[in-house]
């Protein structure tokens, strides 16, 4: 069992261009959240699904856009990348029928670069 | 405001035992969470403490008091693999977690 997959891994990118993190789990859980994590900060929710289908903006969703077409895929997709958007990404799913607060199961994690 | 406060940097020796604070200010309460996170790695979960007290799992425990807004993480028989940064995180009132900035732990021979 994989768990959840991210890609890419890591990344540089030009400002301007468009950017899809793609998250993949097969644990069929029912939430799915992007995070960010940067240096002194804590993990800051971009976006959240509760289940497939829908979707809902975190503390930091400027300048970025989700999707949850289904269960297990719920892609990250920046417009425009801005150098502010450089940090690691944390894909992360959980399986609210254990309760809302149930564990988050992150992946391994995209550093994007923005230059 | 929300805040999740917690230490930036601890250091403890092989064998000890170490607490990392974590004092918080939330609207509303569901619980709180720790995770570890190795340099590089993605976060895993550690504990969950909905109610007063403390919740012992192996060489970890984490304790809660609500009225104080106050948990701790205690780690024992330290490991060399224990050095990662410790994550403190509630659940607010909209079930959404907040997360501290994470206390490094630095553990020497």
């Known amino acids: 069992i994989a768990g959840i997959t991210q890609a890419p891994t890591s990344q540089i990118l030009a400002a301007g261009r468009r950017m899809t993190l793609r998250c993949t789990q097969d644990?069929?859980?029912?939430?799915m959240y992007w995070y960010r994590q940067d240096l002194g900060l804590g993990l800051r929710l971009i976006h959240y699904?509760?289940?497939?289908?829908?979707?809902g903006k975190g503390e930091v969703p400027d300048g970025y856009s989700v999707s949850r077409a289904n269960t297990d895929d719920f892609p990250l997709t920046l417009a425009s990348a801005v150098p502010s958007q450089t940090s690691v990404y944390f894909c992360?799913?959980?399986?609210?029928?254990?309760?809302?607060?149930?564990?988050?199961?992150f992946g391994e994690g995209s550093r994007l670069t923005v230059l | 405001g929300q805040n999740i406060d917690q230490p930036t940097e601890m250091t403890a020796t092989e064998g000890a035992i170490v607490q990392i604070n974590c004092t918080y200010q939330?609207?509303?309460?569901?619980?709180l969470f720790w995770y570890q996170q190795h340099a590089g790695e993605a976060p895993t979960f550690l504990s969950y403490?909905?109610l007063d007290g403390l919740e012992e799992k192996g060489r970890f425990s984490s304790f809660l008091s609500r009225s104080k807004g106050y948990s701790y993480l205690l780690l024992k028989e330290l490991q060399m693999k224990d050095s990662a940064s410790y994550l403190c995180?509630?659940?607010?009132?909209?079930?959404?977690?907040?997360w501290g900035a994470g206390t490094k732990l630095i553990i020497k021979p």
């Open positions: 403490n909905v």
């Open positions: 699904s509760n289940t497939a289908g829908t979707t």
């Open positions: 992360a799913s959980s399986d609210s029928r254990q309760g809302v607060t149930g564990e988050l199961f």
């Open positions: 644990m069929r859980h029912n939430a």
């Open positions: 995180a509630v659940a607010d009132s909209n079930y959404q977690l907040i």
């Open positions: 939330t609207s509303g309460f569901n619980g």
